[in-house]
């Protein structure tokens, strides 16, 4: 309902604000004054015979006001009727009740006097020096009233003990030692509470700056993009960060203690290596290979360090980590680059010191085969044909090895990837057996940047190892789709080569020739592109480190999944011919 907020929670305005707080203190303040006036009261009427029944009627009369005065600022509160006079009126009434108090249980020999000094207290440190002089001056006028009533005897006297009246020296000399302790207590109080007040502040700027100092290294640890844990002296997981949940596939909730042998396989024996023992360096970074619960199979680059405690003492260690799986396989086609650079500048120095006398030796023995057969008898013909199917390969194979290690540039055009599938199959369609079914699917319209012949020798020596793959027959399925080229994830389950760069944010064209044949075990799927590796047995090991090769050219990559049982698809990915990236 409107206007009937809880006083006594952060919901309520008046709670929110400094000056509505303070309030609420004073009128818990004024709830507990009443409340140890009561129990004064019942007391001395316990113990005190010569209580009249007049000045017991008046100490619970005064006692059931201060009940009701309480309940009244309660319900102002509530309702956010505050105002600057409601402290005024506040304590002006519980200086009001302790005076009638006062005069009710023997005036200046009552036990109730020292009630002036609490009201002064709680006014000094609620509202510092003003509200302290403030209640000292209200009580000392107050005080002063009474003893003069007493003095005057016009008033009701609250114990038959109190025979007569004393000197009006006397009696200013009671009430100047009662003012004098007011207003003392009233500095003191005040001073004690502003330094209290400045004490607090300085606290609360204090605990400010640690949260602000908390909530920055939570924001930086949580913004690393490395992954981040620390460990406790025994090697358990006590911390994880986010960049570390998302690289090793595991919450935090999962990964806090457990130990970092069974976390990370292999970091444990970095943490008693020399220099994250001695506190000195962190450690050279190891690269370890580690496996996700999903499957995913990662390269991980990790180093440790000390982690020191608050006395500087060994309370554990700090292990960094990152995923390098794109810097492994960079690394790799480097060292195959290397090594097709090898091969090519082997290849072209050999070239030219083997073509030519295979020439000669072919021309020689084709021209010692042509003296006819009466002079060359059936076993030398033999051989000579021999000599010649043999310099033929020779011819042939060193012919394979300049088109690997030196290509010709491409000479891009836009082709058609459909019409390059569907020639491809027409070629191949008179060595194919009748169980195996080729289709090829996808657009029409889809155009990509390449040299056509270089293409066609591509899709040729994909399709023909698809074919050799299939011995007792099977499906061979050539498509072609337009697809966003993101490199930014690699599939567990694809090895990807050739990846460039610049070709990251451009639409490229998916070239697939699946078949369902036997499949590839990962350790040949890891290899198949390297030059000389080859499964077959008169192979050369440099048809698909050719395809590897003129892929690349291309600004394009090659990638291949595989199943044992189930087939292989190769994927050819090049540029889209409109949306080319230069």
């Not at 015979?49 to 509530?78: N, P």
């Not at 990846?499 to 078949?515: L, P």
């Not at 008169?538 to 003129?550: D, H, K, P, Q, S």
Request: overall charge negative; charged content about 20%; proline content about 4%.
């Amino acid at each position: 309902m409107r206007g009937r907020k809880p006083f006594a929670t952060g919901d309520s305005a008046v709670s929110d604000s400094p000056e509505g707080r303070r309030e609420l203190r004073l009128v818990f303040a004024h709830l507990a004054l009443t409340v140890l006036s009561l129990g004064i009261s019942l007391a001395l009427d316990g113990f005190d015979r010569d209580l009249s029944a007049a000045a017991r009627t008046g100490l619970y009369w005064t006692v059931a006001g201060a009940f009701a005065t309480t309940i009244v600022s309660a319900l102002m509160l509530r309702r956010n009727r505050t105002s600057p006079s409601l402290v005024p009126f506040q304590l002006a009434t519980d200086v009001a009740i302790v005076t009638s108090l006062v005069y009710f249980s023997g005036g200046r020999e009552s036990i109730f006097t020292f009630l002036y000094v609490i009201v002064t207290l709680y006014a000094a440190v609620l509202f510092g020096r003003r509200g302290a002089m403030m209640s000292a001056s209200a009580s000392a006028g107050a005080y002063g009233a009474m003893l003069l009533a007493t003095q005057l005897g016009g008033w009701h006297k609250g114990s038959e003990a109190e025979a007569g009246a004393l000197p009006w020296a006397a009696t200013i000399a009671i009430w100047a030692v009662h003012v004098g302790a007011l207003y003392l207590v009233g500095v003191l109080a005040s001073l004690l509470a502003n330094e209290l007040q400045r004490t607090g502040r300085a606290l609360d700027q204090s605990a400010d700056d640690l949260r602000r100092l908390r909530d920055l290294h939570k924001r930086t640890v949580e913004s690393l993009m490395s992954g981040l844990l620390t460990l406790d002296a025994h090697g358990v997981v006590t911390w994880f960060n986010p960049e570390a949940e998302r690289i090793t596939g595991r919450p935090l909730g999962a990964a806090v203690g457990r130990p970092i042998a069974r976390l990370i396989p292999g970091a444990e024996t970095l943490l008693n290596s020399g220099g994250a023992s001695e506190g000195r360096a962190p450690v050279p970074r190891a690269r370890l290979a580690y496996r996700r619960e999903d499957g995913a199979e990662l390269h991980l680059g990790v180093a440790v360090s000390i982690l020191r405690g608050a006395e500087g003492e060994e309370a554990g260690h700090v292990v960094i980590f990152q995923d390098v799986t794109a810097v492994v396989a960079m690394e790799c086609d480097l060292r195959r680059s290397e090594r097709l650079a090898a091969v090519g500048e082997m290849a072209a120095k050999i070239a030219h010191e083997i073509r030519n006398p295979l020439a000669s030796i072919s021309g020689s023995i084709q021209l010692l085969r042509g003296g006819g057969a009466e002079a060359v008898d059936p076993e030398s013909g033999r051989l000579m044909d021999i000599v010649v199917r043999e310099t033929d390969r020779l011819n042939g194979l060193i012919t394979d090895f300049l088109l690997y290690s030196r290509p010709s540039p491409p000479a891009k055009k836009e082709v058609v990837a459909r019409a390059v599938l569907e020639e491809v199959v027409q070629l191949l369609q008179g060595n194919v057996a009748a169980d195996i079914k080729m289709e090829v699917q996808g657009a029409a319209d889809l155009f990509v940047s390449a040299d056509p012949a270089q293409l066609r020798q591509v899709l040729w020596n994909l399709a023909s190892n698809a074919l050799e793959a299939m011995p007792e027959g099977g499906a061979l399925d050539l498509s072609v789709a337009l697809e966003a080229a993101d490199l930014s994830q690699e599939s567990a389950g694809f090895v990807r080569k050739g990846a460039k760069e610049r070709a990251r944010c451009a639409k490229r064209v998916r070239i697939t020739v699946r078949d369902s044949g036997e499949g590839m075990p990962s350790a040949v799927r890891e290899q198949i592109f390297e030059p000389f590796f080859t499964t077959k047995k008169e192979g050369t090991g440099l048809g698909l480190a050719t395809v590897y090769r003129i892929a690349e050219s291309h600004g394009g990559e090659i990638e291949v999944e595989s199943e044992l049982g189930v087939g292989t698809a190769f994927h050819l990915l090049l540029p889209n011919a409109e949306q080319e990236v230069r």
